[in-house]
Nanobody, 123 residues
Framework: QVQLVESGGGLVQAGGSLRLSCVGSGSIFSINVMGWYRQAPGKQRELVASIDSGGSTNYADSVKGRFTISRDNDRNAVYLQMNSLKPEDTASYYC?????????????????WGQGTQVTVSS
């Protein structure tokens, strides 16, 4: 009933930029925290950035000053602007959200993941 769909990944040279998008669909009436995670081969999934419903943001130290997270509550969307990309940013990037949604007359909450989008930065 709730889906998160990412887009915007790709191949870019070091120093380049990419913008990731994630849009939620389904019977969503509000979303609390939205975030971007990444997972490189052989490594654990890690938080890249998060943003709450009031717009407060949190970033991993490795991306501070280079990445910017933003959201559009009307579109149930979250974005990640990635500048000055480095080869070590290469990973699959996943959108995550704490979603409040309805099923008929009932309201429910759940944590959802997108399917992931690949970002590859060449040196």
């Amino acid at each position: 009933q709730v889906q998160l769909v990412e887009s915007g990944g790709g191949l870019v040279q070091a120093g380049g930029s990419l913008r990731l998008s994630c849009v939620g669909s389904g019977s969503i009436f509000s979303i609390n925290v939205m975030g971007w995670y990444r997972q490189a081969p052989g490594k654990q999934r890690e938080l890249v950035a998060s943003i709450d419903s009031g717009g407060s943001t949190n970033y991993a130290d490795s991306v501070k000053g280079r990445f910017t997270i933003s959201r559009d509550n009307d579109r149930n969307a979250v974005y990640l602007q990635m500048n000055s990309l480095k080869p070590e940013d290469t990973a699959s990037y996943y959108c995550n959200a704490d979603v409040n949604y309805s099923t008929g007359f009932r309201r429910r909450s759940g944590n959802y993941w997108g399917q992931g989008t690949q970002v590859t930065v060449s040196s």
